[in-house]
Every structure is written in C-alpha cells, then in structure tokens.
C-alpha cells in the first residue's frame, strides 16, 4: 500500500486523518484519488490535471519536481508528503 501524509491545515478535509492510503501509479494519479475520497479538498491542492503552484509534494525525501512531477511514478510503499506554502510573519 502506498499512503500520502496529510497536512494539520487540510486534515479538516480528511476527516482528521493525517495518512490515506491511495490507489494510482502516478502522483497526479494519487492526488485525484485522494480527491475523489475527499472531494472538498480537491480545490486546494488540483487546478485540473496540475498540482497547485503553492503546494510542494515529495516522494520520501525527494520533490517531484527533481523526478518527474505529476507523471512521478509510484508504487506500494512509497509515501508522499504534501506540504502546503505558510505565509505570514513580520516584515
């Protein structure tokens, strides 16, 4: 089984959960499985067959974008990680 870790900011859209298992064998794939599970999280991180420009997703350690982005592969046991962009802070 492959999983993606969830975010504390979009857990809301998870049902709280902080890991889902996930079918594809790509990472654009796993992310519209992930949507069809959760579709009220599907905003925040697709604009149709692309990954939002403020999310990051990594594949272990490595971002896909050093592999090959949405078209990554996966395969069971691999774990994606989602990061969402922070803003804020003092200037």
């Known amino acids: 089984m492959a999983y993606i ?7 809301k859209f998870t049902n709280d959960n902080s890991k889902v298992e996930f ?13 069809n599970s959760y579709p009220s999280l599907a905003p925040y991180l697709l604009d149709g067959e692309k990954i939002k ?12 974008q050093s592999l090959d ?3 990554t592969q996966v395969q069971d046991g ?4 989602i990061i969402p962009a922070i803003a804020g802070g003092k200037n």
């Not at 079918?23 to 949507?35: D, F, K, N, P, R």
């Open 5 to 11: 870790n969830i975010p504390t900011p979009l857990r």
């Open 69 to 71: 982005n949405e078209q």
């Open 78 to 81: 691999d774990v994606l990680s």
């Open 23 to 35: 079918q594809g064998a790509t990472v654009i794939e796993a992310l519209q499985s992930l949507s």
């Open 53 to 64: 420009p403020f999310i990051k997703l990594f594949k272990g350690d490595t971002d896909i």
